[in-house]
């Protein structure tokens, strides 16, 4: 029994903590070591702390800014002249569409839009230049050509919108026809600011090129 209690007694002296004074800080030890070394890694504020306690907050500050090299046809991209190209591909195939009712159910000397085949001409070139505004992306090269498709589109729908209205005045359209016209001339109308916009986005952005 007494050997017993001695070591229960010892076990009991393990497990307290000691403490020792070391140049007057009391230290608490347990079963890890401490040690007060001081650490070269405040920077300026580490003569400025004095008996303040507390984490210490670094901030770091890039010496010099470096700028991001711009990609070709940055600027023009970053207006999504895709999205625009997207609405001449739904005008396009509106237009065509509207062009092959024309042909199949109107004579040719009816109107002007059908005798001058103007739905299926606008179509076609709406179809073209708005392919050719969503591979301005993979294909910068493509930007002279798609200002090009754009002017000539922008050219056709407005000579189609004077075809249109000489219509409304001269020929005796009626019922499903008219409402036909009418729609195309919607069609035409939005394609006109489409393509302008457009022109004005490349031609600011070969300016900028060429200076």
């Not at 019922?175 to 939005?190: D, I, N, P, Q, T």
Request: aromatic share 8%; with cysteine; net charge positive.
């Amino acid at each position: 029994m007494k050997k017993q209690k001695k070591a229960f007694l010892k076990a009991d002296n393990l497990t307290q903590p000691k403490r020792s004074v070391i140049e007057g800080n009391i230290y608490t030890q347990n079963s890890m070591a401490c040690a007060d070394i001081p650490m070269d890694i405040l920077g300026e504020q580490n003569d400025n702390r004095g008996d303040q306690k507390g984490p210490v907050i670094q901030h770091y500050k890039p010496t010099k800014l470096v700028p991001c090299s711009k990609g070709p046809l940055h600027d023009l991209l970053q207006k999504q002249p895709a999205v625009l190209g997207s609405l001449q591909l739904i005008n396009g195939l509106m237009s065509f569409g509207v062009g092959v009712l024309f042909a199949v159910t109107q004579g040719v000397t009816q109107s002007l839009l059908a005798l001058f085949r103007v739905p299926l001409l606008t179509g076609s070139l709406f179809l073209i230049s708005g392919l050719l505004s969503n591979l301005l992306f993979k294909f910068p090269r493509l930007l002279p050509v798609c200002m090009f498709a754009n002017i000539g589109s922008l050219t056709v729908a407005a000579v189609g919108c004077v075809l249109i209205c000489t219509d409304f005045f001269v020929s005796a359209l009626q019922g499903e026809f008219l409402k036909m016209e009418v729609l195309m001339l919607c069609v035409l109308v939005m394609e006109i600011i489409i393509s302008a916009v457009l022109t004005k986005w490349i031609y600011v952005e070969q300016r900028s090129h060429s200076k």
